[in-house]
């Protein structure tokens, strides 16, 4: 059996159905790894970073997914009135997985919530609420507006030279939306590869030659039907995990 990479990706917090809470990841997340060669390993909430550290270093990749909106006393900000729920606790593990992926040259992907953790821990800032501080822009909360997590809300135009435009084999792409936070200033050591179609930053990659790709996005809920092109990207990542994990690391 060839050996397959695993993939860290970090829970969230939850209220349980029937009461008390848990910790869990979206199976959209799961399944989109596993399809594409990896294995996902969950990495818990906890203050404990050193727990934390100990479950990063089996991984041969980190998986950031979508979730609440991030603190934004990490990129020096008040809170906004629409700032909404926010999880300090899951802000301190992120932050410190993609740090460490940045250090060590790990690859990273981060979806949604994870481009957004992405930035902030590589020095840059968020739009704490779209509609409010950008009105011109259009509605990205298009597709939770309709529970429809797969509805094609908008398209996105790539930079032609990115990694992303080459797995997608376009520079323009139809994609879902389900967000209301969004880039501002861009970290140093990434550069835009997409933009909506108001100027909205869509995705970012790497600078440095390490594997560092985030889309504001949800693929994880098109590669199946919606936009099967997504799945070259999920397949691409979980080799370069592999590559990553051949090298020795």
């Known amino acids: 059996m060839a050996k397959r990479p695993l993939i860290g990706i970090s829970c969230m917090n939850a209220a349980a159905a029937k009461g008390g809470a848990h910790m869990a990841v979206r199976p959209s997340y799961l399944r989109a790894i596993e399809v594409a060669g ?79 953790v992405i930035n902030v821990a590589f020095g840059g800032s968020l739009y704490q609420d779209i509609p409010s501080q950008l009105p ?23 930079d032609p030279e990115s ?24 970290a140093p050591g990434l550069r835009v590869t997409a933009t909506a179609e108001d100027g909205v930053i869509e995705a970012v990659e790497g600078t440095d030659g390490h594997f560092v790709v985030a889309v504001q996005c949800h693929p994880e809920h098109l590669w199946a039907a919606a936009e099967p092109r997504w799945k070259a990207v999920f397949t691409d990542f979980v080799m370069e995990c592999g590559r990553y994990g051949d090298r020795g690391f």
């Not at 011109?136 to 790539?158: E, G, M, P, V, Y």
Request: with cysteine; net charge negative.
């Open 38 to 116: 990896g294995v996902p390993l969950l990495i818990y909430l906890t203050d404990d970073l050193d727990a934390v550290r100990l479950l990063y270093e089996q991984c041969q990749g980190i998986l950031l997914p979508g979730g609440d909106d991030l603190d934004p006393c990490y990129f020096n900000e008040e809170p906004h009135p629409m700032l909404g729920d926010v999880d300090r606790q899951r802000d301190v593990v992120e932050l410190a997985l993609a740090r460490w992926c940045r250090n060590d040259g790990k690859p990273l992907f981060g979806i949604c919530r994870g481009i957004q």
């Open 136 to 158: 011109d822009a259009q509605n990205h909360r298009a597709s939770t507006d309709c529970k429809q997590w797969d509805f094609i809300a908008h398209k996105l135009r790539l």
């Open 163 to 186: 990694w992303l435009a080459a797995r997608l084999g376009t520079a323009v792409v139809a994609v879902n939306t389900l967000h209301h936070q969004a880039l501002k200033d861009v």
